[in-house]
């Protein structure tokens, strides 16, 4: 059964690959006429700016028209401003060394950059744009219901209150309670690596609001005191080794110590 | 600059002695608070947790609503308005937020519970590992185990009652288990839950099991525990005048009852500490139990993450072989009932019957009342040891998520490499062990025969250079010869002269490769006669001064020769 589907996936393989490569050449054909109405904040000069930055650090790898190349790495065309904002906003592109998942790590260009070369990469198909302040402001959403929210869709890889988790084969969710508004829903709205896309049929913009809202009110900490890194009982268990019964014997055989 | 530091420190601490005269205080309690060793201080650090477990229990029942009616969060809790919660979830929140000082206590409860269990295992190990579990003692071994599953049983239901996510999903666990269970799994399960999974009739019921049933139990069995500590007396560790006849130490009143009080405040205000700093069991994080959603990081308190372990390190298929049989339209999960049942049912049956199993092995039906040092039962140290090993890597795979994302590796080559650790590392540290004990069994005899190294260098008048020895005092020697020299055990004949055979023969040959087991391999103490001939062979070079200092050694050692002799009677006569 296995084997057979595998094997029919290989012959059909070639085909799907060409049909595919056709739908995105008329894609590309049919939008960059509408590009400029896609992402009105970037100024045609803007768009060459990045156009140039991306040449220089992405194209290695993503290729010059940013088509991408066969097990290096994916197309960028469609996958919008949104994307390239999250990507190389949390340090993740240029992407270094290779392993399970590209790391975030510190951030290599300033803002400035990070939007010609969203700018640019949107113009090539449309794409999420980068959400307005208004959209992630963690003031305007409700965070009890982002608690549903996010527990139905999200802790079970980022946990309980987004510390983080492990997924298979060395992958992992990282923790978010270090990320900002804006990279928050952008990954939503993008679905980076081994997470799921959440559009905006699944998880509306409101909703989205209200997780942001809801990893907000995490941030002011726990109402019981220090979180332990907020992953649950076992890090609770080690410390009720280490710290609480090795108090106690710490003092017992200090006093036993202190009387011969 | 230490020395300034130092009289700095005293200075401050005769300022302080001058005018409250604590120095003196300090002195009393110091004197009187502890006994000759910490480590029997743990089975009371269990009791203490117990105590406030009782104390910071009474207190949450007052708030506690053991329903699983819904209701809407209205509370002060920001995250969590108008969310749908049964009035358990409500009532925890409550008594968290809106209770003066419901946070705390809830946060003391929790935290002393994982101390209960964590210092009664401690105390169980330091039982095992010394011995005290040998005759008289093997009822109140036994009785201990019990606390013990006990303790896991309060746990457990103390965890579920707030109905939150994360303790819903170790139910959810906890009823797939008792489903596994073949024919009648399903109907326990009906039973228990008052119908189908979850149901309206758990959480009273767990409450019903947490304050009262299993409280009363472990309050009763504690009462017997204590009061057979007290018939038999203490154990005490090896050392001169102390004989399995008598027991050496503090008169258990006034002195130990004071010293007792004391402790139990040291416990609880170290417990009140770290429950007012760090958090524990943060529900308003999990939210409402929902059977849907499962979020990372989703764990038992430590004590039952073993189970969870097991679970995770099964594989659904070996060899290419399924491990979900259907027999008969029944279906039978091996994947489930092995790691959830049947390992930790041998793992239990293994620590409760510890004590006979090594008394078949040893044949001794003598009393035993000076404890063990570890290294003079190789076998038991290393079985111990395994043992420990095995609980910690499946609390380790338990746990595999956590370690994955800490050291950023692979959760499957986690438990790839734990499926092969827990057949290989177990058998291997019980054969570390036996070999690092045998090397200090073998330390001690050197030490017995030819002394401490004192570091000086004597040249003698031939040329020939030698370390000087000095001889072990009395206390010392005493420590290290006496230990029961255990034999494996010999057995009678299988067949009688008349070409019978004897009733209960395999039984025996079973006790005798037990035996062997323990024994065959053994470092035997130093006799009485080694240790004369060590003596004498280390007098060389005989000077008045020698002769005075050999014959001072020889009157100490009469006194020990005749203890060492009654020792050895008394060891004989056992047998
Ligand atoms: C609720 C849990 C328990 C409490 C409160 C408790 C309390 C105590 C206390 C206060 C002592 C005397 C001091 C000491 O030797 O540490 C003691 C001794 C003892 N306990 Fe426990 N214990 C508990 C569980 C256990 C367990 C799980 C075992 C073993 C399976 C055990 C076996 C023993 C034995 C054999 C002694 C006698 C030790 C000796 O005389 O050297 N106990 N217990």
Redesign the interface.
Known sequence: MHALAKKRHHKAAPLLLVVVLLALITAIGAFSATSATATSEASADDIADGERLFAANCASCHGLDAEGQDGVAPSLVGVGAAAVDFQVGTGRMPMQASGPQAPAKPVQFTQEEINQLAGWVASLGAGPAIPTAEQVDPALGDAANGMEVFRTNCAMCHGSIGGGGALTQGKFAPSLLETTPTHLYEAMLTGPQSMPVFNDANVTPEHKRDVIAYIDAQRAGSPGGLSLGAIGPVSEGLWAWLLLLGLIIASTVWVGARSS | MGAKVNSAAAGTANYVDERTSIGGF?KF??????PD??SF??GE?ALYAFIILLLSGVFLTAFFVPSMTEVHYEGP???????AMTEAFASTLKT??EVPGG?LIR?IHH?SA??FV??IM?HMCRVFFTGAFRKPRELNWLIGFSLMVLALAAGFTGYSLPDD??SGNGLRIIDGVIKGIPLIGTYISYWLFGGEYPGVDIIPRLFTAHILIVPALILALIGLHLFLVFLHKHTQYPGGGKTHKNVVGLPLFPVYTAKAGG?FF??FA??AL?A???????V????PY?P????????????I?FVDGALRLMPGWLFGLPLEWEILGYTISWNILIPSLIIPGIFFAIIALYPWIEAWATGDKGERHVLDRPRNVPVRTGIGVAMIMFYVLLVIE?????V??LF??????ITIFLQWAIFIIPPLSFWITKRICMGLQRKDRELVLHGHESGTIVRHENGEYIEVHTPLDEQEVWLRVNYPNHKPLEIADEFNDRGVRRKGYKWDRFKQKLSRFYYEERVEPVTWEEYQEALHHHDHGPSAQGEAEAAEAQQADAQLTNEWDKQDKAGAADK
């Open positions: 300090v309690f110091a004197r009187k608070l502890f060793h910490w201080m743990l650090i809790y920001e995250t969590m308005h108008g969310v968290s937020f946070l946060q935290w994982l101390l964590a210092a401690t996510v994360l402790f040291v416990v170290i417990v770290v007012s700093v760090f958090t524990i069991n943060p308003w994080n999990y939210g929902d849907s959603p499962v979020s990372a990081g989703t764990q038992p308190d430590w004590y993450l338990g746990s595999n998520d956590i994955a994302s950023h590796l692979s959760l499957n080559d």
